[in-house]
């Protein structure tokens, strides 16, 4: 019987959904790519998850697309980027929830722009990313162009991806292409703590936060002021801004799970 390409498993309002093509550092074939993205609408949808995390099984979180996979294939690469790679980025980036890149492993080509697509992302201390791209001499695609000079600036995005050369975990938290690094033998279940204790946080207020922080990205600081005097209004009228007043007047901590929930 066939494996699933995307596993599913829940703990503790965190659904991990992990990419399973094991024997090929999980690389990036159509089913995976539009699985993964059903899966994280499927996440959002549902009450009960408060936390996404996306991971790989064994050594490697993705190794890219499976060339393998579109050899032949009578589809434009503008077809086929649109078909798979561009409606997931949008999911994660569009996802109410926080969305956690827990990269275990090589994160390579589209797979480097999975890992830096999550809000958060955690490494494991053995993770390396390289955006691998100018070694078939093709372009940065999947959001890398997007995403990785906000993080470490174009001149030095520029020549990480001319060279095609591996950042490790220490250098990746030193660039800011991370937020944690634990270490490889403790990884997964850092990482589970790591989002339960995020699952915890106000989910109302993190859904209007991951929305105005989208928004300013691409605003001017004009439409970040109105855009945030918006959602503060929205986020003021909700359940949790008076349960962390409440809180804070009563000197305890803050309950933003509901029993309910």
């Not at 929830?97 to 994160?107: C, D, E, L, R």
């Not at 990482?191 to 922080?213: C, F, G, I, M, S």
């Not at 918006?230 to 801004?241: I, N, P, R, S, V």
Request: overall charge negative; charged content about 25%; glycine content about 6%.
């Amino acid at each position: 019987m066939e494996q699933p390409v995307i596993l599913v498993s829940d703990q503790a309002a965190v659904r991990t959904l992990t990419l399973n093509r094991e024997d090929k550092l999980n690389a990036a074939n159509d089913a995976l790519l539009l699985q993964l993205t059903d899966e994280l609408r499927r996440a959002d949808a549902d009450p009960a998850v408060r936390v996404v995390v996306i991971t790989g099984a064994g050594r490697g979180f993705c190794a890219g697309q499976d060339l393998g996979d579109v050899s032949g294939r009578d589809m434009t690469f503008t077809e086929h980027l649109n078909h798979t790679y561009n409606p997931l980025v949008r999911t994660i980036r569009g996802l109410s929830k926080p969305v956690i890149s827990a990269v275990n492993g090589v994160a390579a080509g589209a797979g480097a722009s999975l890992a830096l697509a999550g809000d958060i992302r955690l490494w494991a201390q053995g993770a390396s990313l390289i955006e691998v791209f100018s070694n078939i001499a093709l372009v940065p695609d999947s959001g890398s162009t997007w995403f990785l000079p906000r993080l470490v600036g174009y001149h030095r995005a520029f020549e990480m991806m001319a060279f095609a050369e591996k950042v490790r975990a220490d250098d990746a938290l030193r660039l800011g292409l991370c937020e944690q690094v634990f270490p490889d033998e403790t990884f997964r279940q850092d990482v589970q703590a790591y989002a339960e204790r995020l699952a915890t946080r106000p989910a109302h207020a993190l859904a209007l936060t991951k929305q105005a922080l989208g928004a300013a990205m691409t605003s001017s600081l004009d439409e970040a002021l109105n855009r945030e005097a918006e959602l503060q209004q929205l986020a003021g009228d909700h359940w949790e801004h008076t349960e962390g007043v409440t809180a804070f007047k009563e000197k305890r901590p803050a309950q933003f799970v509901r029993a309910e929930e």
